[in-house]
Structure formats: C-alpha cells, structure tokens
C-alpha cells in the first residue's frame, strides 16, 4: 500500500484534478489530504457525466468511500467549502484540521487591488494576505469558526493511522512547481511553496513516510496572470492548436506555450518525482481521444511520450487521453 503526493510540473492547471480522480477510483484511496495554498486553485473533475470545479475539496471525492480531509497548511474560505460540500454531497467524510488559517473578506479586499492585482495578477481569492496574516499570526485559525465545529479533526494523526494501517493515501498538492515561493518565477507566484516537501507539510507528513512523487505534467504548457512563459504563443496560434484554455476560478484566458522539457526536468529534480503523469495528450494527437490502453496510442505519441522519458528521466506512467476520470492510458503496474 502506498502514500503518493500529486503535484504539478509546471504553472498549475496541468490537470492534477483529473489525474487524482483517476487514482482514487483506480487505487481505491482510504484517506485523502488536500494540501496547497487555498481557493485560489481550480480543478476539474469529470466523472459520471458531471462536471466539478472545485476550488477546495479534495478532487478525490469521486471515489465515495475516501475520507476527504484539509491538511493544517491549507487556507479555508468557509463558504466556498460548505458550498462544495454541499455540491458533492460528502458531508459525512469531510475533515479539516484545526489550525486551517481561515480566508475573511478583508483579504479578498486586499488581494484585489494594487500590486497583487495589478503588478502579480493573483486569483484575487485573498490567499496570499491571509498568508500574511498566518506569518504576522493574526490570522483566524478553523477552531474559532462554528460553522467549521462539525468537520474539524487532527489531519496529520487521521493521515499517519492510515499509513500504518497500511491503506492507500494520497497527498493533494495545488497550484505549480513554477508558481512556488521558492522555487518559482517570483515575484510573479503564488505566496507559499508548492513543491512536493509543501505539499507534506502542509498535512502533516514526514518525508519518510511518502512512497511516490507523481508529477503532472500537461502537453504543453500555460499559464494565467503575469509572469515569463518561453516560447508564449498568441491567442490566435493557441485557438489554431486547440491549446486556447479559460482558468477555472477567474475565467481568465490561459497564455500557452510548448511543451517544455527543460522546466520538466527541474522539476522531477525539486520535487523528487518518482513517475510522471502527461495530460491531454488527446489535444495533441487526436487520434488518442479516449484510448486507455498503451498499445491504441499512435506511434506519435509514443514518440512523444518516450522523449519526455528520455529527457526527464523518470518514467510516464499516466497518459490523458480525455477530460473523463477514466479517459487515462494508465502503466503504473505494466513495464515496457
Ligand atoms: P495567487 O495564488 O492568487 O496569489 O496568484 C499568484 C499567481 O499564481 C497568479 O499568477 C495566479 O494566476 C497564479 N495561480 C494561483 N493559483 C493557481 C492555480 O491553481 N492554477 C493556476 N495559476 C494559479
Ligand atoms: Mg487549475
């Protein structure tokens, strides 16, 4: 049995959503701890003909019989929670830590207006001053908030019992390695790190107890809001290519750009990645729409796919072949 962290090799919006979707349900996952910044990530879960954007809940609620918890290190909008709690029906298997820092309005306020706004672009979801507020400690934690009572738990206790019982666990990590605090293209980032080691803790979980990195990567690469992206494209070459993309929680357009091997490379090193997922390879080879076996994949994505191996040097395991939980090539288990 296994831990794996999730987290993405590029800007976010790799599809992290839907890899961890397709892994909950594969892997049948016990126990699942979102970990990142906070709202300001959006992910799509398709499943069941039912489309999901969820900014808070762990996106491996589509397997009903995980537990759905909200690592310490996460920042919470109370609203937003309940509300996706209420969409996804998972009352009875939510947990959020005690000491979630809890997103209030005057943060949104704050992060709508001058150099958040203006200069970094963030999501205006008030993320990077509650941060402030964490550090400066003055921000409210989710044991001062009564509509959280129900829900709150000891997150990185409830992970490590898991653990040791021996059960599939699966650590959610947001945003994008290039996104980091640290290791990002600041100023132009988010206002924590996002890499793996973040990702733990953030829930609590010590880095010897993690079995596999998987890094999402997507087949090319966006971005949204300000910052460098190499080899950027117009809007009108990404509509040309299909690659024209609208985020999930601004409706901002994605700025797009191939897919780069060089900031994949660094990341499998910063994130100490152990395989690599590769999304939406269906955009770029649309004769793989849907394909879940290895072997339907057209010569050119293999091509594709063994160069990524070739230059990242770390395995793909998880090819995309879809926006569908389900529409994955997945050989975790089957060597070539
Ligand atoms: P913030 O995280 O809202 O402060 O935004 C800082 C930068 O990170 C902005 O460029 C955002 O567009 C970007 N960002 C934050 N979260 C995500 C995400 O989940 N996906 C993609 N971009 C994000
Ligand atoms: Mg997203």
């Known amino acids: 049995m296994t ?5 993405c090799g590029f800007f976010g919006d790799t599809g992290k959503g839907k890899v961890i979707s397709h892994l909950s349900l594969k892997d049948e996952i016990a126990v699942t701890a979102r970990a990142g910044v906070g709202p300001n990530a959006g992910h799509t879960v398709i499943y069941k003909d039912k489309n999901y954007k969820l900014r808070m809940l762990p996106s491996a609620f589509v397997y009903d019989e995980c537990r759905l918890l909200m690592g310490p290190g996460v920042l919470v909008n109370p609203e937003i929670l309940l509300q996706e709690i209420q969409i996804t029906e998972s009352k009875d298997r939510v947990g959020v830590d005690r000491q979630c820092a809890v997103i209030e ?16 672009k963030t999501t205006g979801t008030g993320t990077g001053p509650c941060n402030a507020d964490r550090a400066l400690r003055t921000a ?7 509509e959280l009572k129900e829900f709150l738990t ?5 992970v490590d019992e898991a653990i040791k019982e021996g059960r599939n666990v699966l650590i959610e990590g947001t945003q994008g390695t290039y996104l980091s605090l640290f290791h990002g293209t ?3 980032c988010t206002s924590k790190d996002v890499t793996a080691s973040a990702a733990c803790s953030d829930v609590g979980v010590g880095p010897t107890k993690v079995d596999e990195v998987i890094l999402v990567l997507k087949a090319f690469t966006t971005r949204v809001g300000a910052g460098p992206l190499p080899n950027e494209l117009s809007w009108k070459e990404a509509e040309k290519k299909g690659w024209a993309e609208v985020a999930t929680v601004t409706g901002r357009r994605r700025r797009s750009a191939p ?3 060089k900031l994949a490379k660094r990341a499998v090193m910063l994130n100490g990645a152990t395989q690599a997922a590769v999304t939406k390879v269906d955009i770029l080879f649309p004769e793989c729409k849907g394909v879940d076996s290895y072997d339907e994949l057209s010569k050119e994505a293999i091509a594709f796919i063994q160069e990524i191996e070739k230059r990242i040097e770390i395995p793909v ?8 939980a389900l529409e994955m090539v997945d050989i975790r288990d089957s060597p070539r």
Not at 107 to 115: M, V, Y
Not at 140 to 146: G, H, Y
Not at 317 to 324: D, E, K
Request: glycine share 8%; aromatic share 10%; charged share 25%.
């Open 186 to 188: 600041y100023p132009y």
């Open 105 to 120: 309005s005057k943060h949104i306020e704050a992060d709508k207006k001058g150099n958040l706004a203006e200069k970094i």
């Open 140 to 146: 409210k934690l989710a044991r001062d908030i009564p």
């Open 317 to 324: 395991t998880l090819i995309g072949t879809g926006p569908g």
């Open 3 to 7: 831990c794996t962290v999730v987290v």
């Open 259 to 261: 897919f780069n091997y």
């Open 154 to 158: 000891d997150v990185p206790f409830e």
